[in-house]
């Protein structure tokens, strides 16, 4: 069975940094676009950005580029992502979730975490 | 970017009629080259990760149950269940994965009347 597990969230002040991470298991990592995807409170859901399973393609929102990182560990079957210069705006459940095909390129997400929360208050 | 517009931002349906959902994107989300649309829709229900329905614009997930139907090419885009039930309820996202950013409309949420 699929699961994918996101952690890290929580309180950041403006300007600063933070590393989620989402473990996986019950597939083959390594085959699998994987993304994260966030929602702030009581709003719609926002794409963040997507990494290729070998992580050498990545891709961004607008409004995160230069700010945040996806990376990935094919070893431990983990995603992350640096989140840095944070923002007010940035507050929100952020979902890592999984491709539908393997070796797909660009293709739905059709597995998903339940999400890691941030905060970003002073 | 590619911007998704769905309507309406809410409607309200009785238990058994049919609700629509429609989804414009600003630019074609059709691949010329196999001729799909890179269109999706999720459900979303209060305090769950979204689920996926619909892929290829028309192509329903595993499990998904007949009264969700996808349509539409091009731009315009409709998602239609047939016969709501009351576990219908949710908010519902279309999303292009066309572009190299994905984008996701603003939602729709169905209720009850």
């Known amino acids: 069975e699929v699961h994918l597990v996101e952690s890290g969230g929580g309180l950041v002040q403006p300007g600063g940094s933070l590393r989620l991470s989402c473990a996986t298991s019950?597939?083959?990592?390594?085959?699998?676009?994987m993304s994260w995807v966030r929602q702030a409170p009581g709003k719609g859901l926002e794409w963040v950005a997507n990494i290729r399973e070998d992580g050498g393609e990545t891709y961004y929102v607008d409004s995160v580029k230069g700010r945040f990182t996806i990376s990935r560990d094919n070893a431990n079957s983990s995603i992350y992502l640096h989140l840095k210069s944070v923002r007010a705006d940035d507050t929100a459940l952020y979902f890592c979730a999984r491709a539908k095909r393997g070796y797909s390129g660009f293709d739905v997400s059709e597995y998903w975490g339940r999400g890691t929360l941030v905060a970003v208050s002073s | 970017d590619i911007v998704m517009t769905q309507s309406p931002d809410s409607l309200a349906v009785s238990l058994g009629e049919r609700a629509t959902i429609n989804c414009k994107s600003s630019q074609s989300v059709l691949y010329s080259s196999n001729n799909k649309n890179y269109l999706a829709w999720y459900q979303q229900k209060p305090g769950q990760p979204p689920k996926l329905l619909i892929y290829?614009?028309?192509a329903r997930d595993s499990g998904v149950p007949d009264r969700f139907s996808g349509s539409g090419s091009g731009t315009n885009f409709t998602l239609t269940i047939t016969s709501v039930q009351a576990e219908d309820v949710a908010v519902y996202y279309c999303q292009q994965y066309f572009s190299n950013q994905y984008t996701f409309g603003q939602g729709t949420k169905l209720e009850i009347k």
């Open positions: 019950g597939f083959s990592f390594s085959s699998y676009w």
């Open positions: 290829w614009a028309s």
